[in-house]
């Protein structure tokens, strides 16, 4: 269906990728849109490659995102952001948290990580947008919340109203953790406004 | 208002309309959340049994004694199960009876591929196909009805991306019918041959009757489109894909896979001008279409017997155009699932793999094991195999076989079914050794309660059973119990046991580092002047080490201080977190 937007996360499992799904297809179904989500489950989810889904219009079928499809790209990390690159829309946008995490064929040395990720990326025409997540979930006050700062990084590229975004984390996320992710969500989605104007 | 909810939490809330009163199951994933779902609500008795064969006994019971049941587990599980199900079938039920199955194509979580769709089709039980989370509900719910009109169990299968995909589903009152009353029927609940053959002619009436309904039920549907050259019949995800790819297809929907619809088949197929079976795995509805002397112009042939399908690959098939990709134009280092930091197992896995024993895996985290750089499993094929397996390996090559190898199972994995292999060792004068790694846990499916840990499913304190007591109650006469973090501890003990001409039991013991309320240690860091470069740490294989500018360096956001590579290093250039 045309009017179809695509989202994927993409990351290491243990990196909380469901949790950004969630906060998101909150947002998608408040404003009255079908969506659907795709997750894995199981095996996948120990440190290995995670890939999430998101789609919504007015009416979605299929639950996954193919080659191609995606109108956004939230990447954890870099290595994933260039394994999902080819599901990418040929004018989507590539959010990316800028660092790496070895997989295990790069630990044992069988494999060399990619080099200079971002400039490739940008090499090959991909509008992305490289953020060090990690800095500004840690200036929120815990390394863990680098899913919510990406959130907040795709919140203002996404035509929903921050109040909504402030209503699907008081949904989803646990009152003992909000203050904490609201501020990390708040420092992706300012970091997000002063990139865009730049 | 609607709701977005996982396909699995869609079952459950399915049960809880349709006035469910009891659930047994085991965990596997991709049916896992079904039964955590369904366990939230207090109207559904709830419980974990150790295996599906018993979840299914025991839902068995339940649906004679006059309650609505429901077990749940995935397409091993019920290979696990088949005993039973294919019996039920003859018994049918007292209350209504389903029986939810998720298939794995694409193995995301599984060690096969099979399709369930077989154990239908064998067992002659209906099986119901949704394709989203609006249909796990409305089908969940559909399934009682015909489970109590046809006399029989009904299995609703689902696949990896029904199971674990959200979409919105519309909420309704719960109807309970209360219990039903439960009255003697030898002729019905007693399956000797005297009663089994004339129970068998009424399973075979019954699903012509199941067929007859689904030809008009609406279960099935047709939906023509504008272009009408191409037909295509097609069923769960499947149809989400192709609806997707080709808006404006003519598509007949199966709702009801087993039994297959045969007039409706006819009539869609004298519509349409070709006809294509879009289905993942095995080609179920097109040997069906091809057996009724209907052409298919497409089917296997294009699609394949192998993995998931998904729009893209449908239109490709169909030799249609996908859209454009960008490709990141050099090869990228592929991220399979490893053992977690602080992971109890690792230490116990490069000890075997530097001792070169045999290692008979089994199903769990652990499995993991086999792969780099620790490479220790020799064998995995099915739940409980890794102790039955090491006997029969161990018996074909000799008594210095058993000094020479081990079986590893998990503590959930020992109470499926491992504890018969071990009673067969123990009955049969064998002499391997089993480690049984006890992370009190069901690791891999996402930390659900088993028969040792001391809780059920509700998350009530249950009685524990004691894997020690277990063991020598079934006179295992050498049962350890060490702690993996301490390495050369954990070495002696595998050592000394398999010297032993005798059965031994090494229990493993440490609680899986991710569960709550798990105390970890503070991140520890190398002291890059003592660093030799040597590798070392590497070796066993910590996603939180790495090494960079010819140094090694430990990620403190992934490592939780388990000590392990601090016993590897002989030049003490690792620690920082001591108290």
Same mark, same amino acid.
């Given at each position: 269906?045309?009017?179809?937007?695509?989202?994927?996360?993409?990351?290491?499992?243990?990196?909380?990728?469901?949790?950004?799904?969630?906060?998101?297809?909150?947002? *998608?179904?408040?404003?009255?849109?079908?969506?659907?989500?795709?997750?894995?489950?199981?095996?996948?989810?120990?440190?290995?490659?995670?890939?999430?889904?998101?789609?919504?219009?007015?009416?979605?079928?299929?639950?996954?995102?193919?080659?191609?499809?995606?109108?956004?790209?939230?990447?954890?990390?870099?290595?994933?952001?260039?394994?999902?690159?080819?599901?990418?829309?040929?004018?989507?946008? *590539?959010?990316?948290?800028?660092?790496?995490?070895?997989?295990?064929?790069?630990?044992?040395?069988?494999?060399?990580?990619?080099?200079?990720?971002?400039?490739?990326?940008?090499?090959?025409?991909?509008?992305?947008?490289?953020?060090?997540?990690?800095?500004?979930?840690?200036?929120?006050?815990?390394?863990?919340?680098?899913?919510?700062?990406?959130?907040?990084?795709?919140?203002? *590229?996404?035509?929903?109203?921050?109040?909504?975004?402030?209503?699907?984390?008081?949904?989803?996320?646990?009152?003992?953790?909000?203050?904490?992710?609201?501020?990390?969500?708040?420092?992706?989605?300012?970091?997000?406004?002063?990139?865009?104007?730049? | 208002?609607?709701?977005?909810?996982?396909?699995?939490?869609?079952?459950?809330?399915?049960?809880?309309?349709?006035?469910?009163?009891?659930?047994?199951?085991?965990?596997?994933?991709?049916?896992?959340?079904?039964?955590?779902?369904?366990?939230?609500?207090?109207?559904?008795?709830?419980?974990?049994?150790?295996?599906?064969?018993?979840?299914?006994?025991?839902?068995?019971?339940?649906?004679?004694?006059?309650?609505?049941?429901?077990?749940?587990?995935?397409?091993?599980?019920? &290979?696990?199960?088949?005993?039973?199900?294919?019996?039920?079938?003859? !018994?049918?039920? &007292?209350?209504?009876?389903?029986?939810? +199955?998720?298939?794995?194509?694409?193995?995301?979580?599984?060690?096969?591929?099979?399709?369930?769709?077989?154990?239908?089709?064998?067992?002659?039980?209906?099986?119901?196909?949704?394709?989203?989370?609006?249909?796990?509900?409305?089908?969940?719910?559909?399934?009682?009805?015909?489970?109590?009109?046809?006399?029989?169990?009904?299995?609703?299968?689902?696949?990896?991306?029904?199971?674990?995909?959200?979409? =919105?589903?519309?909420?309704?009152?719960? /109807?309970?019918?209360?219990?039903?009353?439960?009255?003697? #029927?030898?002729?019905?609940?007693?399956?000797?041959? @005297? #009663?089994?053959?004339?129970?068998?002619?009424?399973?075979?009436?019954?699903?012509?009757?199941?067929?007859?309904?689904? %030809?008009?039920?609406?279960? #099935?549907?047709?939906?023509?489109?504008?272009?009408?050259?191409?037909?295509?019949?097609?069923?769960?995800?499947?149809?989400?894909?192709?609806?997707?790819?080709?808006?404006?297809?003519?598509?007949?929907?199966?709702?009801?896979?087993?039994?297959?619809?045969?007039?409706?088949?006819?009539?869609?197929?004298?519509?349409?001008?070709?006809?294509?079976?879009? %289905?993942?795995?095995?080609?179920?509805?097109?040997?069906?279409?091809?057996?009724?002397?209907?052409?298919?112009? @497409?089917?296997?042939? =294009?699609?394949?017997?192998?993995?998931?399908?998904?729009?893209?690959?449908?239109?490709?098939?169909?030799?249609?155009?996908?859209?454009?990709? +960008?490709?990141?134009?050099?090869?990228?280092?592929?991220?399979?699932?490893?053992?977690?930091?602080?992971?109890?197992?690792?230490?116990?896995?490069?000890?075997?793999?530097?001792?070169?024993?045999? +290692?008979?895996?089994?199903?769990?985290?652990?499995?993991?094991?086999?792969?780099?750089? =620790?490479?220790?499993?020799?064998?995995?094929?099915?739940? @409980?195999?890794?102790?039955?397996?090491?006997?029969?390996? &161990?018996?074909?090559?000799?008594?210095?076989?058993?000094?020479?190898?081990?079986?590893?199972?998990?503590?959930?994995?020992?109470?499926?079914?491992?504890? !018969?292999?071990?009673?067969?060792?123990?009955? &049969?004068?064998?002499?391997?050794?089993?480690?049984?790694?006890?992370?009190?846990?069901?690791?891999?499916?996402?930390?659900?309660?088993?028969?040792?840990?001391?809780?059920?499913?509700?998350?009530?304190?249950?009685?524990?059973?004691?894997?020690?007591?277990?063991?020598?109650?079934?006179?295992?006469?050498?049962?350890?119990?060490?702690?993996?973090?301490?390495?050369?501890?954990?070495?002696?003990?595998?050592?000394?046991?398999?010297?032993?001409?005798?059965?031994?039991?090494?229990?493993?013991?440490?609680?899986?580092?991710?569960?709550?309320?798990?105390?970890?240690?503070?991140?520890?860091?190398?002291?890059? %002047?003592?660093?030799?470069?040597?590798?070392?740490?590497?070796?066993?294989?910590?996603?939180?080490?790495?090494?960079?500018?010819?140094?090694?360096?430990?990620?403190?956001?992934?490592?939780?201080?388990?000590?392990?590579? /601090?016993?590897?290093?002989?030049?003490?250039?690792?620690? @920082?977190?001591?108290?």
């Amino acid at each position: 269906m045309t009017d179809t937007k695509s989202i994927m996360i993409v990351g290491v499992g243990g990196q909380g990728t469901l949790l950004a799904s969630r906060i998101l297809g909150y947002v *998608l179904m408040e404003a009255g849109f079908d969506v659907k989500m795709s997750e894995v489950h199981g095996m996948s989810q120990r440190g290995g490659s995670v890939v999430t889904y998101v789609k919504f219009g007015e009416r979605v079928f299929s639950p996954i995102v193919d080659q191609g499809e995606a109108d956004y790209i939230l990447a954890f990390e870099r290595l994933e952001a260039a394994r999902a690159l080819s599901c990418l829309k040929t004018d989507g946008t *590539l959010i990316m948290n800028d660092r790496a995490i070895s997989p295990m064929p790069v630990i044992t040395g069988a494999m060399k990580y990619p080099d200079e990720i971002a400039e490739k990326l940008r090499g090959k025409g991909v509008d992305l947008i490289a953020c060090d997540a990690l800095a500004m979930a840690q200036e929120s006050g815990n390394a863990k919340s680098v899913n919510v700062v990406l959130i907040g990084v795709l919140s203002a *590229l996404m035509d929903f109203s921050n109040d909504a975004w402030q209503r699907a984390l008081v949904a989803c996320v646990k009152p003992k953790f909000l203050e904490l992710n609201k501020k990390a969500f708040a420092l992706g989605r300012e970091y997000a406004a002063a990139n865009l104007k730049a | 208002m609607k709701q977005l909810m996982l396909g699995n939490e869609a079952v459950a809330r399915g049960l809880y309309e349709a006035g469910c009163r009891f659930l047994s199951s085991y965990p596997g994933t991709p049916s896992t959340e079904i039964s955590e779902a369904a366990a939230k609500y207090d109207e559904i008795y709830a419980e974990w049994a150790p295996n599906e064969k018993v979840a299914m006994e025991a839902a068995i019971g339940a649906s004679i004694g006059g309650a609505r049941s429901f077990c749940a587990m995935k397409h091993v599980g019920l &290979n696990v199960a088949a005993d039973p199900l294919f019996t039920v079938s003859y !018994t049918g039920v &007292n209350a209504g009876m389903v029986i939810a +199955v998720a298939d794995d194509p694409g193995m995301h979580s599984s060690q096969n591929e099979q399709d369930s769709r077989h154990h239908a089709i064998a067992s002659k039980i209906p099986m119901l196909e949704p394709s989203d989370s609006a249909e796990c509900l409305e089908f969940t719910k559909l399934a009682y009805d015909l489970s109590e009109k046809f006399d029989t169990p009904v299995l609703l299968r689902t696949a990896t991306r029904v199971a674990h995909s959200q979409s =919105l589903v519309q909420l309704n009152e719960r /109807v309970d019918k209360g219990l039903l009353p439960y009255e003697k #029927n030898p002729a019905k609940y007693v399956m000797m041959p @005297g #009663n089994a053959i004339r129970r068998h002619p009424f399973v075979e009436e019954r699903m012509e009757a199941a067929r007859e309904w689904s %030809e008009t039920s609406g279960i #099935n549907r047709v939906e023509l489109g504008e272009d009408r050259s191409v037909g295509y019949i097609t069923s769960g995800v499947c149809y989400q894909y192709l609806r997707e790819g080709a808006p404006d297809a003519s598509i007949l929907k199966i709702g009801m896979t087993n039994p297959l619809p045969v007039k409706l088949i006819r009539d869609f197929a004298a519509k349409v001008g070709k006809l294509i079976v879009v %289905e993942e795995l095995d080609p179920i509805i097109e040997n069906h279409v091809r057996a009724l002397g209907i052409k298919v112009d @497409g089917g296997k042939d =294009l699609f394949g017997l192998l993995g998931e399908l998904s729009q893209n690959k449908i239109l490709k098939a169909l030799g249609k155009a996908t859209p454009d990709a +960008v490709d990141f134009g050099e090869a990228v280092p592929p991220r399979p699932p490893i053992l977690c930091p602080g992971c109890p197992h690792r230490g116990i896995f490069y000890t075997l793999s530097k001792l070169g024993v045999f +290692v008979s895996g089994d199903i769990g985290c652990y499995t993991l094991g086999a792969l780099a750089p =620790l490479n220790a499993l020799d064998t995995t094929v099915c739940m @409980g195999a890794s102790i039955s397996g090491l006997h029969g390996f &161990n018996t074909a090559r000799g008594p210095e076989s058993a000094k020479k190898s081990v079986a590893v199972i998990g503590d959930s994995t020992f109470m499926h079914s491992g504890i !018969t292999g071990l009673v067969n060792i123990i009955y &049969n004068e064998g002499e391997s050794t089993v480690i049984i790694l006890d992370n009190s846990i069901t690791g891999m499916t996402g930390h659900q309660e088993n028969p040792t840990t001391g809780k059920n499913l509700k998350g009530q304190p249950a009685p524990a059973i004691s894997l020690e007591k277990l063991c020598e109650a079934v006179g295992v006469k050498n049962v350890r119990v060490c702690d993996p973090y301490a390495m050369a501890e954990m070495k002696a003990v595998i050592q000394e046991e398999l010297e032993k001409s005798e059965p031994s039991v090494i229990i493993s013991r440490r609680p899986c580092v991710l569960l709550p309320g798990v105390k970890t240690a503070p991140a520890l860091k190398i002291d890059k %002047e003592k660093c030799k470069s040597c590798r070392l740490c590497m070796t066993i294989g910590c996603p939180a080490i790495s090494f960079i500018d010819k140094k090694a360096q430990i990620d403190g956001t992934l490592c939780v201080g388990c000590d392990l590579c /601090v016993q590897m290093c002989s030049f003490g250039a690792i620690g @920082g977190n001591e108290k």
